[in-house]
């Protein structure tokens, strides 16, 4: 994963101000910050109402809607495991038990060593090869205990 820089308020008003201008300017910030930080900051909320005018509990409300945008940086890699029907019927509610287990987290969380953060997907697109996942983006499919297993041992 990439390295992101801490929060600093003069770069996130950069970051702001270069999208600002645009017609539907606050989903190209969120993404904007989120690239640079590793998430959307607490912080970052009130600029970001501030330069679109809205409330900030309308920025929070997008930033809460969509589930890929995080209040804290991830670990190291990403795992993203397929929630949806189709991965479901191919045993993905028993790989999702595993995996919380292994890694000793909940949905969204990251490990201890910050090495891995488990996130919930609602569809991959890759229905006929599940259970799948993204792992930093990359796809893996047809998932069991010991194929999740060696993808993660590849991240050490």
Not at 25 to 34: E, G, K, N
Not at 35 to 57: D, K, M
Request: proline share 6%; charged share 20%; hydrophobic share 45%.
């Amino acid at each position: 994963m990439s390295d992101y820089e801490p929060w600093n308020e003069t770069r996130g008003a950069e970051i702001i101000a270069a999208h600002a201008g645009r017609e539907g300017a606050t989903m190209p910030i969120l993404h904007a910050i989120q690239e640079a930080f590793g998430c959307i900051p607490t912080a970052a909320v009130p600029l970001i109402a501030e330069a679109l005018n809205l409330t900030r509990a309308e920025v929070h409300g997008v930033v809460s809607f969509y589930h890929d945008f995080r209040s804290h940086p991830p670990g190291r890699h990403v795992l993203k495991l397929c929630r949806a029907e189709a991965c479901q019927s191919l045993g993905a509610n028993a790989l999702a038990a595993h995996l919380r287990n292994r890694l000793s987290v909940d949905w969204h969380g990251t490990t201890m060593d910050g090495a891995v953060t488990l996130v919930p997907a609602f569809c991959l697109g890759l229905c006929a090869i599940g259970p799948s996942a993204l792992l930093d983006d990359k796809p893996l499919a047809r998932l069991d205990p010991a194929r999740i297993e060696a993808a993660l041992e590849t991240t050490a």
